[in-house]
């Protein structure tokens, strides 16, 4: 899989930093996400990264891995390198909530680099995609990595997720609707693209055990989900895509859209999965 030539040089010039000021240290380089799933789009993917290291790295590195992220950011502004720092013996782990670690972690996110109980990405989506999908800049073929994630494995922690964070961000979005509006349209975009193709990437994993882009997961809706809510799915595609189309007449509608097109879509995931069970 070709990799963009300028996540390339982002991750060249990274790794060339970190040999320089961590020298000895770093042993695997390993990308997922919308790169690994050759759906990179220009100036909105960010590059989501796992670094392996041969210790496990303390507190007392964090100023020279902030060094490291703030030369790269402020070379680079886009792609946004988004990613996590583990030792080989983390890989595959299945934490679940931060009381499952023994330590802590350093990850970089959002332009800001932290360390603590980072344990989101340490789930089934994750090891499923990069062990089926990960593309590795340095180190062994994660195709040969001894961790193996079960479907089932996969599908639980989605349908979970679904329940927990989803609904529970809808319900907030359902109750605070006239300060959504009133946010900038830039926001009001992310809102709809990260929640609409969101849900959508759960629904295609529990309907076909498997991990897609968001833009494959819209037009994987298109195909599935009634007409009805098609107006919200390309709207959310077209965000992605940086199309600028008047689909919807205000702000307020195409955020209406957005919240009962999620709740639609959780209830009827849920159904789905009872009828699969019975």
């Known amino acids: 899989m070709a990799i963009p030539r300028m996540v390339e040089t982002v ?8 040999n320089e000021h961590l020298p000895e240290t770093i042993e695997g380089v390993y990308i997922h996400g919308s790169i690994a799933l ?8 960010d590059i989501d990264f796992i670094t392996i290291t041969n210790r496990p790295l303390v507190e007392e590195d964090s100023t020279v891995l902030s060094y490291i992220h703030s030369t790269i950011a402020k070379k680079y502004q886009k792609p946004e390198l ?17 009381s499952d670690f023994n330590r802590k972690y350093h990850f970089y996110n959002s332009e800001k680099l932290s360390f603590g109980d980072f344990y989101f990405n ?15 800049i340095l180190g062994p073929d994660p195709k040969d990595f001894e961790f193996d994630i079960q479907p089932q494995q996969l599908v639980s922690y989605v349908l979970k997720n679904m329940n927990a964070y989803w609904a529970n961000r809808i319900k907030t979005a359902e109750n605070s ?10 926001q009001i975009d992310y809102e709809i693209e990260w929640t609409v193709l969101g849900l959508l990437r759960q629904f295609f994993t529990l309907k076909e055990y498997d991990i897609v882009s968001k833009l494959d997961a819209g037009e994987y809706g298109l ?3 009634p007409y009805e809510w098609h107006s919200i799915i390309e709207e959310a595609m077209n965000i992605r895509k940086g199309i600028k189309a008047s689909i919807f007449r205000s702000d307020w509608e195409r955020i209406d859209k957005t919240i009962r097109f999620s709740k639609y879509l959780i209830t009827h995931c849920n159904k789905m999965i009872e009828k699969n069970l019975t």
């Open 177 to 186: 609707i006239n300060d959504l509006v009133a946010m900038p349209t830039n």
């Open 82 to 98: 988004d990613g996590v720092y583990i030792h080989w013996s983390d890989m595959g782990k299945l934490y679940t909530n931060s």
């Open 223 to 225: 195909t599935q989900i």
């Open 38 to 45: 050759d759906a990179y789009v220009d100036d909105s993917s």
């Open 122 to 136: 340490f789930n089934p989506v994750t090891w499923w995609m990069l062990k089926n999908n990960g593309i590795n």
């Open 11 to 18: 991750l060249n010039e990274y790794i060339t930093l970190f």
